[in-house]
């Protein structure tokens, strides 16, 4: 399945019933930059090893590039593409005066040693120094990338350019001008547009049941988020496999359990069950917070959720996208279930270029507004267009970009 190809129709969906320019679709189908590097990095046992490597600078009409690095060995040309094509929707959606990029690694950093995978970041940094910086093009963390992470590839890009840059990348530690809340913030924004959600649907929360597909940052601190609100989570799962308790599962425990185990399989006190079978679990919620395309046409059928809540990027195919809209079963798109990482992301860059910095509570009343108003818009917009949540996120998102364009006379 091609993620690129995916992005693409959907924002032909959206320019069609948005009634956007045809110079819209024109320029918004091809991002503006692809630098490709393969990087040289000196293995522990003295071997080198190139890496392939990329950054795509889709569209910078709002403001500097932004978007997360993927470190994963499945990453390809044409998932980077969709992934910047989504980081400028997504910024723009919420409104953020910044545009879309995306890097990523072919690498699994999982069988790098510290060393190792501190020689690569720095790699990356220092090769694409000339092309990121904080009034051009600012990283993040994304799949695999860390806070440690951001800090190796700061200081690179420190030394190589012989500046003092904190802006030049978000998602930094604390200690280096990272922002308060960054860490917990795209499940803390999944969290606030769920309250919204279930207010209109009017769940009621001690009822309400949720599945979580992925337990890195995202999942793992939205399990955490919603059982401290009320609902119940039932099912968990991380890359090997998931496990489901239909009463609800201990967290605590869970966590425990998979940080002494580095596995959630074979948790005592919940059945194993596949990655595929948690995606169609009778539950209310259904939260996917790992990668592409894991709802399409060959399971949608068998979705059971009243709620999709979209953390991961791209996990629902446009064919699925149709008939969960068919089924009345309310979904909402990754660029703005998961807009909070992003937007936490601009707080950061914001902190860092004034030298002051924000208290989380300053953080999160920020991000709530910004989150809530975001999505009631999206939802009015739904309702005046009669069509999804996504559709109407890209016809908002894309309104923005061009008349930004427009404004620049890049089109008509
Ligand atoms: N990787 C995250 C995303 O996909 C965060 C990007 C950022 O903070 O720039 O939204």
Same mark, same amino acid.
């Given at each position: 399945?091609?993620?690129?190809?995916?992005?693409?129709?959907?924002?032909?969906?959206?320019?069609?019933?948005?009634?956007?320019?045809?110079?819209?679709?024109?320029?918004?189908?091809?991002?503006?930059?692809?630098?490709?590097?393969?990087?040289?990095?000196?293995?522990?046992?003295?071997?080198?090893?190139?890496?392939?490597?990329?950054?795509?600078?889709?569209?910078?009409?709002?403001?500097?590039?932004?978007?997360?690095?993927?470190?994963?060995?499945?990453?390809?040309?044409?998932?980077?593409?969709?992934?910047?094509?989504?980081?400028?929707?997504?910024?723009?959606?919420?409104?953020?005066?910044?545009?879309?990029?995306?890097?990523?690694?072919?690498?699994?950093?999982?069988?790098?040693?510290?060393?190792?995978?501190?020689?690569?970041?720095?790699?990356?940094?220092?090769?694409?120094?000339?092309?990121?910086?904080?009034?051009?093009?600012?990283?993040?963390?994304?799949?695999?990338?860390?806070?440690?992470?951001?800090?190796?590839?700061?200081?690179?890009?420190?030394?190589?350019?012989?500046?003092?840059?904190?802006?030049?990348?978000?998602?930094?530690?604390?200690?280096?001008?990272?922002?308060?809340?960054?860490?917990?913030?795209?499940?803390?924004?999944?969290?606030?547009?769920?309250?919204?959600?279930?207010?209109?649907?009017?769940?009621?929360?001690?009822?309400?049941?949720?599945?979580?597909?992925?337990?890195?940052?995202?999942?793992?601190?939205?399990?955490?988020?919603?059982?401290?609100?009320?609902?119940?989570?039932?099912?968990?799962?991380?890359?090997?496999?998931?496990?489901?308790?239909?009463?609800?599962?201990?967290?605590?425990?869970?966590?425990?359990?998979?940080?002494?185990?580095?596995?959630?399989?074979?948790? @005592?006190? !919940?059945?194993?069950?596949?990655?595929? $079978?948690?995606?169609? &679990?009778?539950? =209310? +919620? *259904?939260?996917? /917070?790992?990668?592409?395309?894991?709802?399409?046409?060959?399971?949608?059928?068998?979705?059971?959720?009243?709620?999709?809540?979209?953390?991961?990027?791209?996990?629902?195919? @446009?064919? !699925?996208?149709?008939?969960?809209?068919? $089924?009345?079963?309310? &979904?909402?798109? =990754? +660029? *703005?279930?998961? /807009?909070?990482?992003?937007?936490?992301?601009?707080?950061?860059?914001?902190?860092?270029?004034?030298?002051?910095?924000?208290?989380?509570?300053?953080?999160?009343?920020?991000?709530?507004?910004?989150?809530?108003?975001?999505?009631?818009?999206?939802?009015?917009?739904?309702?005046?267009?009669?069509?999804?949540?996504?559709?109407?996120?890209?016809?908002?998102?894309?309104?923005?970009?061009?008349?930004?364009?427009?404004?620049?006379?890049?089109?008509?």
């Amino acid at each position: 399945m091609n993620a690129f190809a995916n992005a693409l129709t959907q924002l032909k969906k959206a320019i069609q019933l948005g009634g956007l320019s045809a110079e819209t679709w024109e320029f918004l189908s091809k991002p503006q930059r692809i630098i490709n590097h393969s990087l040289p990095v000196r293995m522990d046992d003295g071997s080198l090893r190139m890496f392939e490597s990329y950054r795509v600078q889709y569209n910078n009409a709002c403001g500097p590039y932004k978007g997360g690095i993927r470190f994963h060995p499945k990453v390809d040309l044409s998932e980077v593409k969709a992934l910047a094509f989504w980081m400028s929707i997504k910024c723009a959606v919420v409104g953020i005066p910044m545009g879309g990029g995306k890097g990523g690694v072919v690498v699994d950093p999982k069988k790098l040693s510290v060393t190792e995978l501190e020689r690569l970041s720095r790699a990356y940094a220092a090769m694409f120094a000339p092309y990121i910086g904080p009034d051009k093009d600012v990283p993040a963390p994304d799949v695999y990338t860390t806070p440690q992470i951001m800090a190796w590839m700061m200081d690179e890009y420190n030394k190589v350019t012989g500046t003092e840059a904190p802006g030049m990348i978000t998602g930094k530690p604390l200690a280096v001008g990272g922002s308060q809340g960054r860490g917990t913030a795209t499940a803390q924004g999944g969290f606030y547009v769920l309250s919204e959600v279930v207010k209109k649907l009017k769940l009621v929360l001690g009822k309400t049941t949720v599945a979580i597909q992925g337990f890195g940052n995202a999942g793992s601190v939205m399990a955490g988020l919603v059982q401290k609100a009320g609902y119940k989570v039932v099912a968990v799962s991380d890359s090997s496999a998931g496990i489901y308790n239909p009463k609800g599962l201990v967290l605590k425990e869970v966590e425990k359990y998979k940080q002494s185990t580095g596995k959630l399989t074979g948790f @005592p006190g !919940a059945q194993t069950i596949t990655n595929e $079978k948690l995606l169609e &679990l009778p539950v =209310d +919620v *259904l939260v996917p /917070a790992a990668l592409e395309n894991q709802i399409t046409e060959k399971n949608v059928g068998r979705i059971k959720a009243k709620v999709v809540l979209e953390l991961a990027n791209g996990p629902t195919t @446009p064919e !699925a996208d149709e008939k969960l809209f068919k $089924k009345g079963i309310v &979904l909402v798109p =990754d +660029v *703005l279930a998961n /807009a909070g990482g992003v937007t936490v992301s601009y707080f950061e860059w914001v902190q860092n270029l004034a030298n002051y910095y924000w208290t989380e509570k300053e953080v999160f009343q920020k991000l709530e507004r910004i989150i809530v108003d975001s999505f009631n818009e999206v939802w009015q917009m739904a309702q005046s267009k009669k069509t999804d949540l996504r559709t109407a996120a890209f016809i908002v998102a894309v309104g923005r970009i061009s008349e930004a364009m427009r404004a620049r006379s890049w089109i008509n």
